[in-house]
């Protein structure tokens, strides 16, 4: 699979991840054990490969290149989320403690739930609003790559609320929107007649 | 790697360990609050919902120069203790688990943890960080808890 080769703050990259599914050989394996961006990686990596399998059955060395548009932005986008990015508070009853999350970790969760809908990948996911402030309108931002035939309307609401569910028992965010925008419709290889 | 009794109070020590003995307020063995090493690890792990513990890593790399040393300092000694178990030492992904910061009056501790989707990740935060206290107790710790990873369903 081509992929940005762009190094996370672990020093690795996606592409060693990319590799290591493809083969199991990574630089250093332990590494995979304790490194929470690098398993977030994985996850989305093997999730994008059982999509690909799925929606591109009949093209899957064509979709699996990373020579698509639309899967080289998953990709590009996966590269710059798997980071901790902002701390994320969370209320504490001790005022000496300091409880966070990691922006990463949220929108690991984002995709995540995302990419279980059907026919349905997560491609660009952003929080916008200072998510460092509790209480703070937070607007999600998520772009979606859609199988053709997919009723776009249904699935839209449906993730909007699974979304909206998730990010209820694991944040503390105050979700003021979620805005989900199609942004590739996969025309995905018609069974001959 | 021993946090002093009485630091010079400008001085504030950086020490890596999972290890509750050695900080502050947990000094004998046999006491009521002495464990094992490793034993507040296993504590943070026992919370339900939690299923990891990862390095504090990220945050020593930020660390100034000289705190740096300090914690490579101990991290040596550390290596070498555990090299005397038979257990691997030095590697930045064998720990610490745990980060403690100590200046005789306070101790912060830092943890990095991995919550389950079906938990809900306040709740679980918050209860790692009672189980924390309630490891070091009497001692007064704060406690800082990051939630690294919300494990995919």
Known sequence: MSIP???????????????????????????LET??????????????????????SNDLAEAGSGNDDWMKNILANLKLELRPGRSIPLRSENAADTLTETEGSVLALVRSVTDLAPGAVAGRV???????????????????????????????????????????????????????????????????? | MTVPAQPTPAKRETVREDVREELPGNGQAGQPNAEAPGSLRAAVL???????VFP??????RLPAGALSLLQQAAG?????????????GDPDDGPLVEARADGSATDVTVRIGVGADAR?????????????????????????????????
Do not use: M
Not at chain 1, 38 to 49: P, V, W
Not at chain 1, 182 to 190: G, L
Not at chain 2, 56 to 61: A, C, G, H, N
Not at chain 2, 77 to 89: C, K, Y
């Open chain 1, 126 to 193: 952003r929080l916008e609003g200072d998510v460092t402030v509790p209480g703070e309108a937070i607007t999600v931002n998520l772009d979606l790559a859609v199988a053709f035939g997919n009723p776009l309307l249904g699935s839209a609401a449906a993730l909007r609320h699974d979304l909206g569910e998730a990010l209820a028992r694991h944040t503390e965010l105050n979700i003021a929107a979620i805005d989900i925008t199609i942004t590739d419709v996969i025309d995905t290889p018609r069974e001959e007649p």
């Open chain 2, 46 to 52: 026992r919370v339900e919902g939690v299923t990891d």
């Open chain 1, 5 to 31: 080769h762009d190094t996370f703050e672990c020093g690795h990259t996606l592409e060693e991840l990319s590799q290591y599914l493809d083969t199991g050989e990574f630089p250093d394996p332990r590494h």
């Open chain 2, 56 to 61: 504090s890593r990220p945050l020593w790399q």
């Open chain 1, 35 to 56: 490194c929470p961006d690098c398993r977030n990686g994985l996850d989305s990596l093997r999730r994008l490969s059982t999509a690909g399998s799925e929606l591109f």
């Open chain 2, 77 to 89: 000694q550390r290596g070498a203790g555990d090299r005397s178990t038979g257990q691997q030492g």
């Open chain 2, 121 to 153: 990740t306040p709740d679980v935060v918050r209860a790692v960080a009672a189980a924390v206290r309630a490891h070091f107790a009497p001692a007064q710790v704060s406690v800082k808890v990051t939630v690294a990873r919300i494990s995919p369903e």
